[in-house]
């Protein structure tokens, strides 16, 4: 990455020529050097309030960014010994509507995971724009990892046939936590439910979370999937290579 360096230079009160340096380094676009310290504290701060509102996505991510140190360099490291995981590492497409041709994907054959995608976007009024960037990882490499995990998210939805309501976004979660250790996942996964009524979570506790799970275990890396080139493939055949079951 590219490091910026801030500098200043103050005179010493006792006439003796002083030098007072303060260093940042910016390893990417937007990023925010941090320490250990307030790492933690933003951590703490985000968990509490994605755990109030989930919907607070901006929290989510921070949350995300914070907590990851352990689970990102594995996730790369998945990545690096994939020859398609490998690829995305080195090209680090972007899913973005400014790279994606959507009056081409809308054209594709009903059950193609392109146009199953863009359907997915369209009945759930989202946008892969939403995805913030990362701000807060130390390492260009895994803020790549942690960008794509967030723009593959949506595929996750189409993959997984869940919707973005609280019960699919807990089960998408579920799946995502088994699948990269994200802690963030498994908190929003563990913690989700609280907002839920006592007919769904019955349903979430009897059908989906189990399923959710068995499909995380026996699903081979979400990340090594190079999404972008094989939008023509069925969802069903993608499903099947990657191993998931149908969703029940």
């Given at each position: 990455g590219k490091a910026c360096l801030s500098r200043t230079e103050p005179k010493a009160l006792d006439g003796r020529s002083g030098e007072e340096e303060a260093v940042s380094y910016q390893l990417y676009p937007g990023h925010i050097p941090t320490s250990p310290l307030q790492k933690v504290l933003l951590a703490a701060g985000?968990?509490?309030?994605?755990?109030y509102d989930p919907y607070r996505h901006d929290m989510v991510a921070v949350l995300g960014e914070t907590t990851g140190c352990l689970a990102l360099p594995s996730l790369r490291d998945k990545m690096k010994h994939h020859p398609e995981g490998y690829r995305i590492l080195q090209e680090r497409p972007r899913i973005r509507l400014s790279t994606l041709d959507m009056a081409r994907l809308r054209g594709l054959p009903p059950?193609?995971?392109g146009r199953e995608y863009v359907r997915f976007l369209e009945d759930n009024k989202v946008s892969?724009?939403?995805?913030?960037?990362?701000k807060f990882v130390d390492d260009e490499e895994l803020a790549y990892?942690?960008?794509r995990y967030r723009e593959v998210h949506?595929?996750?939805h189409t993959l997984l046939g869940m919707p973005t309501n609280m019960l699919g976004e807990i089960v998408v979660k579920w799946f995502e936590a088994v699948q990269t250790g994200l802690p963030m996942c498994v908190l929003g996964g563990a913690f989700g439910p609280v907002h839920l009524s006592t007919r769904k979570l019955q349903v979430l506790a009897t059908q989906l979370v189990p399923w959710a799970i068995r499909n995380g275990h026996n699903a081979s890396c979400i990340?090594?999937?190079y999404y972008e080139q094989r939008w023509e493939q069925p969802v069903e055949s993608l499903r099947e290579e990657i191993g998931i079951l149908p969703p029940p």
């Open positions: 985000s968990a509490a309030m994605a755990l059950g193609s995971l892969p724009d939403t995805r913030m960037p990362p990892v942690i960008q949506d595929l996750m990340l090594n999937v």
